[in-house]
C-alpha cells in the first residue's frame, strides 16, 4: 500500500511539473497548419525581390522598407523577428526558384513579395499551393489579383493595379500633353504588356489613336527595327513603354535616331523609376515623362521612415516602392498579433487565419494612404502621378 501510494505521488506531482512547464502539447486546428515558434525563436518571415542585375534598385528599395519595418516593429509577443532575404530575378524563373526555396521552410511565416509581376505569377502558385502568403509591394499587373487570369489565394498587394495606372497616363497623354496618336511597347512581362494594354485601351475610348501596339524581346539592345515600324505605322505623337532599365535605356536612346521619331514625345513607367534609369537613359531621357505612384507622402509616420532610411543606407529613397513595402510588411505583422496563440512562452501562428485576416483588412493606416483589401488581394489606396526627367531628377508634375 505504502509503496503504491509513494507511485501515486510521484505520478502527481510529474504531472504538476509537466503543467507547470507547459508540457501539454499544443494541437493545431487551422487547415493550412501552423508556423510554430517556441521560447526564445524568432518568428521568421522572407522577402523575395529583385536585388541583382539591371532592376535591383527597384527590388533593394523595397528591401528597405522592409528591414525598417521589422527595425520599427522589434519583436512580436517578445520572440525577434527574422528575415531571409530572396531573390525574384524580375523574371518567371527567379519567381518559381524563390517561391520553392521559401515554401520548403516550415518556419517561414509569410513572404513580402514579389518585385516584378512576371515573378509574381509562377511564385503566387507556389506559395498558394503550400498554403502560404505573400503581400507584394509592387506587382502592379491586372492579371495578378484576376481569379480568371493569374490569381491564387494567399495573394495579396499594396501597390496600384495597373488598371489604374494605364488610365491615368492615358488621361495625361490626351487631356493635359494634347495628343492625338500613340504608340505603345511592351516586353512580353505581365507588367509590361498589361499596362501597355490599359493604357492603349484607355487613349482609345478618350477619343485618340493607336497607331502600333507591339513589343520588344527582354534581352534585345538593337530596338531599332521596332521603332522603325512605330515610326512608319504613324508616326506617333507620343510612345509610351512600360518596360525595365536596360531595354528602357536602349529605346530611348534608339529612338532618337530612327527617321520621324525625332520629336515624338517619350514615356515611361514605374519600372523605371531609378538613379539606374536615370543612367541608362542619359542625355536622351530628358524631358521624357514617368507615370508611377504618387509619392508625396506626408505624416509622422513617414517622416520617421524617411530620416530611417537615410540614417541606415545613406541616401533619400533609391526607387518607388520603399513605402508599399513597408506598409505590406506592417499589414502582415497586425495580422500575426490578431491570429497567434500564445502556449506559454511559445507562440502558434494558423496560415488560414493569417491569410483570413489579411483580405479582411480594412481602414489600415499606412504611408501610402488608408489600405483595405478586396476579395482578391487589391489592397492599395491607388493614387498615381506623372514626373518629368529634368536635369537628371524626376519631377512630379501632375495631376
Known sequence: MKRSMLIISILIGLAMVLSACGGATYECTDPLGCASYGPDEPVRIASALVISGPNVDLGTDSQYGVEIA?????????????????????????????????VSD???????????????????????????????????SPSLTDPDVAWHEGYLRTAHNDEVQGAAMAEFAYNELGVTKVAA?????????????????????????????????????????VLAAVA???PPELIYYPVFTAEGGFLTKQAKEVSGLEDTILAAADGMISNAAIEAVGEAGEGMYFSGP??????????????????????????????????????IFACI????????????????????C???????????GS??????????????????????????IWP
Open 70 to 102: 521589422i527595425k520599427f516593429q522589434e519583436e512580436l509577443f517578445g520572440h525577434p523577428i527574422e528575415l531571409q532575404a530572396e531573390d525574384d530575378g524580375c523574371s518567371a524563373e527567379g519567381g518559381q526558384t524563390a517561391g520553392q526555396k521559401i
Open 106 to 140: 516550415p518556419s517561414i511565416v509569410a513572404v513580402v513579395g514579389t518585385s516584378c509581376s512576371g515573378a509574381g505569377v509562377p511564385m503566387s502558385e507556389v506559395i498558394s499551393e503550400a498554403g502560404y502568403v505573400m503581400v507584394s509591394p509592387s506587382n502592379t
Open 185 to 225: 511597347i511592351h516586353d512580353g512581362d505581365p507588367y509590361t504588356e498589361g499596362l501597355a494594354k490599359v493604357f492603349a485601351d484607355s487613349f482609345e475610348a478618350l477619343g485618340g489613336t493607336v497607331v502600333e501596339f507591339t513589343a520588344v524581346n527582354k534581352g534585345d539592345t538593337d530596338m531599332r527595327p
Open 232 to 234: 512608319a505605322a504613324g
Open 294 to 331: 504618387d509619392l508625396g507622402f506626408s505624416g509622422a509616420l513617414y517622416e520617421k521612415f524617411l530620416a530611417q532610411y537615410i540614417e541606415d543606407y545613406g541616401s533619400e529613397p533609391i526607387s518607388v516602392f520603399h513605402a508599399h513595402a513597408f506598409d505590406a510588411t506592417n499589414m
Open 337 to 356: 498579433e490578431s491570429v497567434a496563440i500564445e502556449d506559454g512562452e511559445s507562440i502558434h501562428i494558423g496560415r488560414q487565419a493569417l491569410r483570413d
Open 358 to 368: 489579411l483580405y479582411a483588412t480594412e481602414d489600415f493606416n499606412g504611408i501610402t
Open 371 to 396: 489600405l483595405t483589401c478586396d476579395e482578391y488581394g487589391d489592397c492599395a489606396d491607388p493614387k498615381i502621378a506623372v514626373n518629368q526627367l529634368q536635369d537628371g531628377v524626376y519631377v512630379p
